[in-house]
């Protein structure tokens, strides 16, 4: 059984298109993540939403948007590629209960030509 | 603004020796600070995690040690094997989990 799913795994495309990553988890958790991994192995949180509500929300330019449908997905959207946003992608989920100890998905690798 | 480091970008050691890794931060002491290990082109898994309250905490051949004076957290792998070669991170957990840091990893080699 897959704990947290990410789709697709490899993301080729073009700049100025329009992307999704879809992420789910079968934990039960009740917070989700989205990182960015850069080239440097560098992780950097991008949103987390607890219950569906916006927790987290760092620096990240709005062509990225994050959307909840419900406890166990998390999906996110990008607007407008930039070769900039090549990177690898990972969701993660967590509960309050156990310290955030967070659970990551295999990761998206997006190349942005 | 909140900084952490872990001491060194790579860790080469003999097997059967220990390993330690270190992290230190800034400003304000974490609610958590978690270990996870990372292998090439897959996603970070949790091994371990100290409250600020704590000063020691044990799993297996792992141990982690939080001392909130000097701002640093050490990792220890003791008996190390060639199967504990990857790259290990360190993750700032404020309260309610509304500011997550991570740093930027040592990669530990451990040779036969």
């Known amino acids: 059984d897959t704990a947290v799913s990410q789709t697709p795994k490899y993301l080729v495309t073009q700049m100025g298109n329009d992307k999704s990553i879809k992420c789910e988890q079968n934990l039960g958790h009740d917070t989700m993540y989205w990182y960015k991994q850069d080239s440097k192995k560098f992780l950097k949180i991008m949103f987390s939403y607890n219950n569906k509500e916006l927790i987290i929300n760092e620096t990240v330019p709005n062509r990225f948007s994050p959307k909840s449908p419900d406890k166990a997905h998390l999906n996110l959207h990008i607007n407008s590629l930039e070769l900039g946003d090549s990177a690898v992608y990972f969701c993660?989920?967590?509960?309050?209960?156990?310290?955030?100890?967070?659970?990551f998905g295999p990761g998206t690798r997006l190349t942005v030509t | 603004s909140q900084k952490i480091e872990q001491n060194s970008e790579a860790l080469n050691i003999q097997e059967g020796k220990t390993a330690t890794l270190t992290c230190n931060y800034t400003n304000y002491s974490p609610a958590y600070l978690q270990w996870y290990r990372q292998d090439p082109g897959r996603g970070p898994v949790f091994l371990l995690l100290i409250r600020e309250n704590e000063k020691e905490k044990r799993k297996e051949r792992l141990k982690v040690t939080f001392d909130t004076t000097l701002k640093q957290s050490l990792f220890h792998i003791t008996a190390s094997q060639p199967a504990d070669s990857a790259t290990y991170l360190c993750a700032l957990v404020y309260s309610s989990a509304s500011k997550i840091i991570f740093g930027s990893g040592t990669r530990l080699s451990i040779r036969p």
């Open positions: 993660a989920s967590s509960s309050r209960g156990s310290a955030y100890e967070q659970y």
